[in-house]
């Protein structure tokens, strides 16, 4: 089936009002997936009566107003049941309740005895696009056939195209204040835990924008890629990681480096929570903020003896040396009542910063 909008313009900066603003071809959306899945309207729905469908130009204009109104079984009537486009399910149409839409007119590119190609001139938010149909005459009059360059896109994309319009839709479901949004982009199975109110809670302080998207690596069912998110004035750069689900849709597996993340987000939140598990004497802690592939050793029982005689407490930390994804800092420690400087390199891993070589340790 031929589904919509395979243009390759995109934009990589998107909020919540500008989602699908910037044009109707900007999001991409994966086949079977909707990215920005239950971003909520008020509006409510209007009756189902198929108005006349005597010319394609009344077919498209009352396409448009279906949308506008969020109108799902009205625009799936305008489609016809035969034809090469299918209609929108539920997931797919959970876009279009966000956004205002507004038919600006028609024109016809292409006439043959049973079919039309048209191009229809629309209105999404603040920005004016084109899209293109064929429309055939059925016993319903003329149907909406084929979507030649429109609103929804099978086309295969490269997994980084669809992690990328899931993290423009994550940030503007961030933005929306829309948990249920947000929880339906993570992926049941990864090891990102949806958003429960109480996290949620301080989301609805802030305005969110997505700035910047750049993959580090990929391959052909993961992505791991930096988001440049801004919070109000302030950037933040999150690190995410996307998996192909059993589905095959592109979701949010893990947080690497992120608002909520399954490693620790900074190389301070590491050297925090390692002094941290140093004075609960927890060894298992201790150890998975220590880098698998580093060489820095784990710690074992008999080292760690010693450990829990102290009392064990960061007091300073401060960053001598900064890279993208490493950082030597030296920490000032207090064990008891005596205070030490270490310093420790750190680097950004899979599952967040960690601890990779001792320069001036503990042990």
Not at 4 to 16: A, C, K, Q, V, Y
Not at 91 to 109: H, M, N, P, R
Not at 159 to 182: F, H, I, M, Q, S
Not at 206 to 228: P, S, W
């Amino acid at each position: 089936m031929s589904n919509d909008d395979t243009s390759p313009n995109r934009r990589p900066t998107l909020t919540r009002r500008r989602l699908l603003a910037t044009t109707t071809s900007t999001m991409i959306l994966p086949a079977g997936q909707t990215a920005a899945t239950s971003v909520v309207s008020e509006r409510t729905t209007k009756t189902d009566t198929t108005p006349e469908q005597s010319h394609p130009k009344d077919t498209a204009q009352e396409y448009i107003k279906a949308l506008d109104a969020g109108n799902r079984p009205m625009v799936n009537k305008l489609i016809a049941s035969h034809g090469e486009l299918d209609q929108w399910s539920r997931q797919e149409f959970a876009w279009v309740d966000s956004f205002e839409f507004e038919y600006l007119g028609c024109e016809t590119v292409e006439k043959h005895i049973e079919s039309v190609t048209t191009d229809i001139k629309l209105r999404i938010a603040e920005n004016s696009d084109t899209i293109r149909y064929r429309f055939r005459e059925t016993k319903a009059g003329w149907m909406i056939w084929e979507a030649i360059d429109g609103l929804r896109s099978m086309s295969a994309h490269p997994p980084e195209t669809d992690a990328k319009a899931v993290a423009e839709a994550y940030v503007a479901a961030l933005d929306a204040r829309n948990r249920g949004a947000v929880n339906e982009l993570i992926a049941a199975a990864g090891e990102l835990s949806p958003w429960s109110s109480q996290e949620f809670d301080w989301v609805s302080a802030f305005e969110f924008e997505l700035v910047n998207f750049d993959t580090v690596r990929t391959d052909d069912t993961e992505v791991i890629a930096d988001i440049d998110i801004a919070i109000d004035d302030n950037k933040e750069t999150t690190r995410y990681q996307f998996r192909e689900t059993t589905a095959g849709n592109i979701e949010l597996w893990a947080a690497i480096g992120g608002l909520r993340t399954t490693g620790e987000i900074s190389p301070e939140a590491a050297a925090d929570a390692y002094v941290a598990a140093l004075d609960n004497g927890t060894k298992k802690k201790v150890n998975d903020l220590i880098a698998d592939a580093g060489p820095l050793d784990p710690w074992s029982s008999q080292d760690f003896q010693w450990v829990r005689a102290f009392a064990i407490d960061l007091v300073d930390f401060d960053i001598r040396r900064r890279q993208d994804d490493s950082a030597v800092a030296r920490l000032l420690v207090r064990l008891s009542d005596a205070t030490n400087p270490v310093i420790y390199e750190f680097r950004r891993v899979d599952n967040g910063w960690k601890l990779w070589t001792e320069i001036e340790g503990i042990r």
